[in-house]
């Protein structure tokens, strides 16, 4: 099979595409054909192994993966003897082991079905953004009807299916993106919109329930003063991945565990019943991912750079 592999830690130009034996699975795993792939900034992180520190996870001297990537749609090609409830040739999105890739493998827990009216790219775009947008909003901030909502970073592929899925819990919401995303933020049903090229959130003093915060460029006590008394600030980005830990700004979040707003951070995982939550979800409709850009699997290192840039208006996958 054709895949992107690399044998040391180094940029995405680094990636080799290859050919591959196509991978084996285990009892409870499944072999997934990769229809699409999304990318991730944890995947360029990962190709880069940073924050240092993540190397104890990824690999110390090299990368225990060889082939990258996570989020994929596809068709089942063949179960292992203890899979139940999956068979040859359905059509499942969800989170496997060497993404980047003809071919990959995942436990069976961590695909789904893909809901129909969804395609490859859409459904590939969705576990990893769709995932941590629910757990930010439901989990660490605890979102209820009615609540004032505010994302930082509304346009990227986080902060879409975070205004949608605020939506969706009856919230009132407003996008923080740059003027070009204005539209793009209001079709995903922002009701009110911050333009951070002309206006700064911080100054909403005591305005929101609760604050996504995706970018994580604001210092903490200036945001926090945004929130009412009784909200909730959840930092999900603004790490330094450089650092060896690239855990500063979440780490900060336990300064003051105590006081009438709170800080708390986004550690995502990857849960099957809220990946279940979002094929529900996109089932329904009510949230659809948005795609800014497909790429072809021959050039996932284009990907990886554009997203790398920060400027992606919603997810980037790559097709195989
Ligand atoms: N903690 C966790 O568990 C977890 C899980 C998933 C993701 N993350 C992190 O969450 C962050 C967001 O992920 P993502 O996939 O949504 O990123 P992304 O898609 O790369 O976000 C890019 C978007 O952010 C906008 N943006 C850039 N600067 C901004 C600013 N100052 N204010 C408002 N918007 C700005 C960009 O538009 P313009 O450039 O036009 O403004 C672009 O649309 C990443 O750092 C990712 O690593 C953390």
């Keep these: 099979m054709k895949a992107f592999f690399h044998d040391s830690y180094g940029s995405p130009d680094?990636?080799?595409?290859?050919?591959?034996?196509?991978?084996?699975i285990g009892d409870d795993e499944v072999l997934v054909r990769v229809r699409a792939a999304g990318v991730n900034r944890g995947d360029v992180l990962a190709v880069e192994g940073l924050p240092?520190?993540?190397?104890?996870?990824?690999?110390?001297?090299?990368?225990?993966?060889?082939?990258?990537?996570?989020?994929?749609?596809?068709?089942?090609?063949?179960?292992?003897?203890?899979?139940?409830?999956?068979?040859?040739?359905?059509?499942?999105?969800?989170?496997?082991?060497?993404?980047?890739?003809?071919?990959?493998?995942?436990?069976?827990?961590?695909?789904?079905?893909?809901?129909?009216?969804?395609?490859?790219?859409q459904a590939a775009a969705s576990p990893t953004t769709g995932v941590a947008a629910l757990q930010g909003l439901r989990d660490v901030g605890r979102i209820t009807s009615g609540h004032r909502v505010l994302v930082v970073g509304a346009s990227g592929g986080v902060g879409t299916f975070a205004l949608q899925i605020a939506k969706a819990y009856e919230a009132n919401v407003t996008a923080v993106c740059s003027t070009r995303n204005i539209d793009l933020v209001r079709s995903v049903g922002a009701d009110r919109v911050i333009d951070y090229t002309r206006d700064d959130f911080t100054h909403h003093r005591d305005d929101f329930d609760l604050i996504l915060d995706l970018v994580g460029?604001?210092?903490?006590?200036?945001?926090?003063?945004?929130?009412?008394?009784?909200?909730?600030?959840?930092?999900?980005?603004?790490?330094?991945?450089?650092?060896?830990?690239?855990?500063?700004r979440f780490a900060r979040t336990l300064r003051s565990p105590f006081g009438r707003r709170r800080l708390r951070p986004l550690f995502s995982t990857k849960r099957p019943e809220d990946l279940s939550t979002i094929g529900e979800l996109l089932e329904t409709g009510k949230v659809l991912p948005v795609i800014d850009a497909v790429y072809d699997l021959t050039d996932l290192p284009g990907a990886m750079n554009y997203v790398q840039a920060g400027h992606a208006r919603g997810r980037v996958v790559v097709t195989v």
Excluded at 14 to 21: E, K, P, V, Y
Excluded at 220 to 248: F, H, Q
């Design 217 to 248: 460029k604001e210092p903490l006590s200036s945001s926090r003063r945004a929130l009412r008394p009784g909200g909730t600030l959840v930092v999900v980005a603004g790490g330094n991945p450089r650092s060896v830990t690239g855990m500063g």
């Design 14 to 24: 680094s990636l080799q595409f290859r050919d591959l034996d196509v991978p084996s």
């Design 52 to 121: 240092y520190a993540a190397r104890l996870g990824y690999g110390v001297r090299s990368p225990k993966n060889g082939v990258p990537g996570a989020d994929v749609a596809g068709t089942i090609e063949a179960v292992g003897s203890g899979v139940t409830g999956l068979q040859r040739g359905d059509d499942v999105f969800g989170w496997a082991t060497g993404g980047f890739a003809q071919y990959a493998t995942a436990p069976a827990t961590m695909v789904v079905p893909k809901p129909n009216r969804l395609t490859f790219e």
